[in-house]
């Protein structure tokens, strides 16, 4: 089972910015699409950005299109989300996961979901 470790996440001001990575454990990044997904309280995971380097392909949600920017580093195996402008309808815990990447869409490939890192945006 592929394992992935988030971080990054933190309270931040609305308009603030925050870094979250996704590293492996295990296997390499490269071999696979990649996505971040978020669940705010109360409600199911919402597909937020994924990356398919092998088609050249990266999702946004209409949500954060424009703010939010996914990109992979190879060398350190590691997949980061760069989140700008941030608003308080951001907060919630961000998971990586293995997907399936689209242009217009991901989706969740295989079980479970790691420990996710918690974002806050608040004043």
């Known amino acids: 089972q592929l394992q992935f470790v988030e971080s990054g996440g933190g309270s931040v001001q609305p308009g603030g910015s925050l870094r979250l990575s996704c590293a492996a454990s295990?296997?390499?990044?490269?071999?696979?699409?990649i996505g971040w997904f978020r669940q705010a309280p109360g409600k199911g995971h919402e597909g937020v950005s994924c990356?398919?380097?092998?088609?050249?392909?990266?999702y946004y949600a209409d949500s954060v299109k424009g703010r939010f920017t996914i990109s992979r580093d190879g060398a350190k195996n590691t997949v980061y989300l760069q989140m700008n402008s941030l608003k308080s309808e951001d907060t919630a815990i961000y998971y990586c996961?293995?997907?399936?990447?689209?242009?217009?869409?991901?989706?969740?490939?295989?079980?479970?979901w790691g420990q996710g890192t918690q974002v806050t945006v608040s004043s």
């Open positions: 996961a293995r997907v399936h990447c689209w242009a217009r869409g991901t989706s969740k490939a295989g079980n479970g």
């Open positions: 990356i398919n380097s092998r088609a050249g392909i990266t």
């Open positions: 295990g296997f390499t990044l490269d071999n696979y699409s």
